[in-house]
């Protein structure tokens, strides 16, 4: 604690994933597809047995234990994380196509540890149409392709997008594409480890899902607290406006109906109203948008974000809230106060009239 406020920038402002595979669509009735990916499987782990490949932001994250050390400490502003963005497990897919390298030095993001809310939701993309089995995202807003948040074992989290190019085709070459942008998930997903994670081309280990820490088998192997049947799920990191994410589970351990665009929504949390996002099983897969105001520290895209935002400082209160209702159909948090305010004016309406 009481960490002097100073400037960090990711060294993942800005980047994307690009990776050289065939450019396939596998289908469920597309035998010779299917054939084509196994051959691609067969290729993978014939690569991952061999020696990794060079890396050129600062050596080779480490294949066994011990892991790279990941250390949380908070102000009065800020809650600071660093990392060296290695994945704390083990996995042969770090290291192909590209290896996970260490951040040298390592990151420290630099999150609001009281965040406020923006004064709008602010995009992080959005969906286009379907093309040949692949979801494209809209040119404009153009998705966010770099980190967005980091997990609690100091692996990245990105966003939902990825440029065309690399299972699906581009409008350069398929004048009948939509756009030059995909869901990442579908075009790169065959890529990744069992984490859900992969390295992009300058060896910056992410995710872009949380398909793989799904359960409590998933969670312990990628070192990431597990949820308790019943409960809440567990806090599994920020995202860089400072709001947490939660596992998929809300109240009573109930998958949550009830959330704004950004996948979040606000309900008692230690006794406190708290603003926070789940991680979902579909998309948006991360976050649909942030309803916080995200620091350019982090990520030099939001450096100069519109003023109507209201950002960096943001609003003291959430000019759009979506409160969440417990299973037992009573209303948590601060929807639970109005609700009985409400209620105790009418009690006290109906005895006057008396």
Known sequence: KGCAARSYISASNGLFDLFIFPNKMITQFDYHQVIVALFSAALVASVAAQAPGNCTTGPTCPFNAPFEAVTITTSST?????????????????RTPNPACKAQPPITFQLPFKPGYAAQPISVGEQASVYKGVTYLKNSPAPQLGVLGVFLNGVRIFGFGSPCGFSSPCPATDPSAPTNFVDAVQSEGRTTDYCGGHADPMSHYHIHSGLGIGNATQRASCSLPADVAGNHSELLGWMIDGFGMYGRYSLGGQ??????ACHGHTHNISGVPTYHYHLPDAFPWTIGCFKGCPLGVNNGAYNSLDASYKCPAGLSTDPSPVYETGPSGS?????STASLILSVACIAIRLNFK
């Open 331 to 335: 209303q948590s948090g601060l929807a």
């Open 78 to 94: 800020y809650r600071f994380v660093t990392t060296t963005g290695c994945p704390p497990f083990t996995n042969p897919l770090w």
């Open 255 to 260: 998958v949550p109906t009830q959330l704004d």
